[in-house]
């Protein structure tokens, strides 16, 4: 079973500050993805990447992904209240299906206003 | 609608009784998958359909849970007997592809087993 450990679990914050949460795995992951997932709603998905050491931004959140292909981090600048919500990362198998995802635990972020 | 939807949103449920939770997938969309996230974890893959054919039912926990897709459209994950330990949040997320690379996810359904 590859597993997928995010870190920090929990993460409470000021508006305008940043911030940068972990996932990790001690197995290859062909590509990995990051979703955003707000109470009583199902996981948005926020990027995907796919090459080894990519960087992706989208407006104030930068997405990177190991050069070994088995991490990822995503930093936000200047966090928004907007901003608050599980954030997961997710991987499909390297040499295994192509269609089963595999997710963390989540980071659940707030940021205060 | 625009959306992959659920229905019910929230099922409360009697230990013993049987559930069916439904999933309206995007139109056109020839995947679809269920997944099961419990409080405070990260959801856990239950079953693939690429079409009406279940290709992958490996995370269904027992054989008290039943998915099926008769005519590729809307799916029905069915819980027979429900435990206490059934209790959780079901996704159903649906994709263009065959591959499933980006999928879309529905609100889900909450099931609470008392």
């Known amino acids: 079973t590859q597993l997928l450990e995010q870190s920090p679990q929990f993460l409470s914050i000021q508006e305008g500050e940043n911030l940068t949460v972990y996932c990790n795995s001690s197995?290859?992951?062909?590509?990995l993805q990051w979703y955003r997932q707000e109470p009583g709603e199902g996981p948005v998905l926020l990027v995907t990447?796919?090459?080894?050491?990519e960087v992706k931004k989208l407006k104030r959140l930068t997405f990177q992904f190991g050069d070994a292909r088995k991490d990822s981090s995503l930093h936000i600048t200047a966090a928004q209240p907007g901003d608050t919500g599980l954030y997961l990362c997710?991987?499909?198998?390297?040499?295994?299906?192509?269609?089963?995802?595999?997710f963390g635990k989540g980071t659940l972020l707030t940021v205060n206003p | 609608g625009a959306g992959v939807s659920q229905s019910p949103r929230y099922k409360v449920a009697k230990r013993g009784q049987d559930v069916a939770l439904r999933c309206d997938p995007i139109?056109?969309?020839?995947?679809l998958f269920w997944y099961q996230q419990a409080l405070g974890q990260g959801p856990e893959f239950l079953t693939y359909?690429?079409?009406?054919?279940?290709?992958?039912k490996s995370g269904l926990p027992s054989d008290r849970f039943f998915a099926e897709r008769p005519e590729g459209s809307v799916s029905t994950l069915k819980i027979q007997r429900t435990q206490q330990e059934d209790s959780a949040v079901y996704l159903c997320?649906?994709?263009?592809?065959?591959?499933?690379?980006?999928?879309?996810f529905g609100p889900g359904t909450r099931l609470t087993v008392l």
């Open positions: 197995s290859v992951f062909s590509s």
């Open positions: 139109s056109g969309h020839v995947s």
């Open positions: 990447v796919v090459t080894g050491g």
């Open positions: 359909f690429q079409n009406e054919a279940q290709l992958d």
């Open positions: 997710a991987g499909f198998n390297s040499g295994g299906s192509n269609y089963k995802l595999t």
């Open positions: 997320a649906s994709s263009s592809r065959g591959r499933g690379n980006e999928q879309f």
